[in-house]
């Protein structure tokens, strides 16, 4: 303590006067709220970016997209846009802001499922059985914190991706839930116009569908083993209320149903959600559609957050929720059997993982007192605001970092496009070079949406739409069969009637079509090779 009173007060300068309201703040706040906007900053990398844009462009010009019209090998194809209205927003934010117009909203929306998540575990920790909520900066500094850690754990899912959408969605549904279950709302009604417009805005609102039937299925459980009721939830309900709260989640769950069929597509959005999650070709072949890959640093992190919260909530026993205990299976199952509900997964634990922090004596000390001794905006010498400002440079360079390269790549998408992989330069060639109407294109699965959207003259092979299509073809084998050069791609190539191929020059297909007869190479550079083929 000397020490510290020697450091902060002693100084033969003058004290640095503050305003009274930063003095409510301090530089650890500061590094907090960087943090979660430096990691936020993303430009687009979304393979699929393009064709949502494009049909988007075609929704607000009266072209509604009931079949497929941009692919020559399954035209009229009867397709469900379960990301329509996403679609048509984007597009509207991309013509009103352009790239950086277009990434903002995500950024919030990204930024709003995370505080949603821990806001959940700040209702639920005010509720616990002799807890003690913590002041309100010290639940922010919390909040901010384990915010950090489930952004960069989902670092490289996140983005300008409707998928986002079912992140807040999902974080959305789950505080209005746990708010009505503990008693501070007097109903639910409000999920039913959240599902209503997620329903029309990505196919994730099955998950928070699921989500409520599985709470009613707990309130029914805990009805018949009393035991249950002190763990769920918390005794905010008395055994009287059980029923009660059972026959207003299933009418707000019914309702919610019924809202997510006024779409365009109706019932057809269950089938689509079905098929895509049931497809196992697709599952072992789309990277983010893969189970999680242990090797990688996705797999990596959240293998390391899951297993190390589970661990320290075990050896803690700290909150052990029966809603959490019993969905956890769930959610690990979905979340390790597919790299893009790693989302929904993290999603999950954070609000647990707030709760039991909440309640450790070591750290809410820290919170409440140590950081505004240490780190508070008041009246010091240099020594002390040289050592807090030297604390802050870390997240000031990853925010420099994340905002330059983010400018960058929205204020420059074509030439950041090249950079990044997708092939800018071969379809500048292609426009001025014409002749969409009568060529037929193989191109590469990861720059399908980009070509629907930069090469509108050409129709293209297959993108990330299809995916999960199965008509005549089932267009994702065909694919695979042919740039994997399996024995019989050639005779494909050809029954095809293809005349041009547009594929990464590093390819293994690329590599062969310079050898082969009848292939001759139109462009090339260092991304992309345009083959054409005279039989």
């Not at 909530?313 to 909150?319: A, D, H, I, N, Y």
Request: aromatic share 14%; hydrophobic share 50%; charged share 15%.
């Amino acid at each position: 303590m000397e020490q510290e009173n020697l450091l902060v007060h002693s100084s033969a300068r003058p004290a640095v006067r503050l305003p009274a309201w930063l003095k409510k703040l301090s530089f650890f706040d500061i590094i907090l709220i960087l943090f979660p906007v430096a990691l936020l900053l993303k430009g687009p990398s979304d393979p699929d970016l393009g064709w949502h844009l494009r049909v988007g462009q075609d929704i607000w010009r009266g072209i509604f997209p009931f079949q497929d019209i941009y692919s020559w090998s399954m035209p009229g194809y009867a397709w469900v846009d379960h990301e329509w209205l996403a679609n048509a927003l984007m597009a509207l934010a991309y013509r009103l802001g352009g790239p950086i117009g277009l990434s903002i909203p995500y950024m919030f929306l990204g930024f709003g499922g995370y505080l949603l998540a821990v806001r959940t575990g700040a209702l639920i920790s005010r509720h616990l059985p002799d807890g003690r909520p913590l002041a309100s900066m010290a639940g922010w500094r919390l909040g901010l914190g384990l915010m950090t850690i489930g952004l960069i754990v989902n670092n490289e899912i996140i983005g300008m991706r409707a998928q986002v959408v079912t992140l807040f969605g999902f974080a959305l549904a789950v505080y209005l839930l746990w708010s009505y279950l503990l008693g501070e709302r007097r109903n639910a009604w409000l999920l039913v116009p959240l599902f209503w417009v997620w329903a029309n805005m990505h196919a994730g609102f099955v998950i928070g569908l699921l989500t409520l039937g599985m709470t009613l299925g707990l309130l029914a459980l805990a009805h018949l083993v009393p035991a249950l009721q002190k763990l769920f939830p918390f005794d905010a309900l008395q055994p009287a209320d059980y029923g009660r709260v059972f026959r207003h989640l299933a009418l707000v769950l019914g309702a919610s149903v019924l809202a997510t069929l006024a779409n365009p597509y109706t019932w057809r959005v269950y089938e689509e959600a079905l098929r895509a999650s049931l497809d196992q070709y697709a599952r072992a072949s789309i990277t983010e559609w893969m189970s999680v890959n242990f090797q990688s640093s996705i797999g990596l992190l959240i293998g390391a957050f899951t297993f190390l919260m589970l661990w320290w909530l075990l050896w803690s026993r700290r909150f052990h929720s029966a809603w959490h205990m019993l969905l956890l299976p769930v959610f690990l199952y979905l979340g390790m059997t597919s790299v893009r509900n790693t989302t929904l997964l993290v999603i999950f634990l954070l609000p647990w993982l707030y709760a039991a922090l909440a309640g450790h004596a070591g750290l809410r000390d820290f919170l409440e007192k140590s950081v505004d001794r240490a780190f508070g905006f008041r009246a010091g010498n240099w020594l002390y605001y040289a050592y807090n400002f030297t604390l802050a440079l870390a997240p000031l360079a990853l925010l420099a970092f994340t905002a330059t390269t983010w400018l960058n790549s929205t204020l420059h998408f074509d030439d950041v496009a090249q950079r990044i992989g997708y092939p800018a330069r071969a379809v500048d060639f292609l426009h001025a070079r014409g002749g969409g109407q009568n060529e037929v294109l193989l191109n590469d699965y990861n720059w399908g949406g980009y070509l629907i959207w930069r090469l509108p003259e050409y129709k293209v092979y297959t993108d990330g739409r299809m995916a999960s299509w199965r008509g005549d073809k089932h267009i994702l084998k065909e694919y695979s069969r042919i740039v994997d050069l399996s024995p019989d791609w050639l005779a494909l190539f050809k029954a095809d009637h293809i005349t041009l191929t547009l594929m990464p020059s590093k390819s293994r297909l690329s590599n062969v079509l310079h050898q082969m007869p009848g292939f001759r190479p139109i462009y090339s550079d260092d991304v992309a090779t345009i083959f054409q083929y005279t039989p």
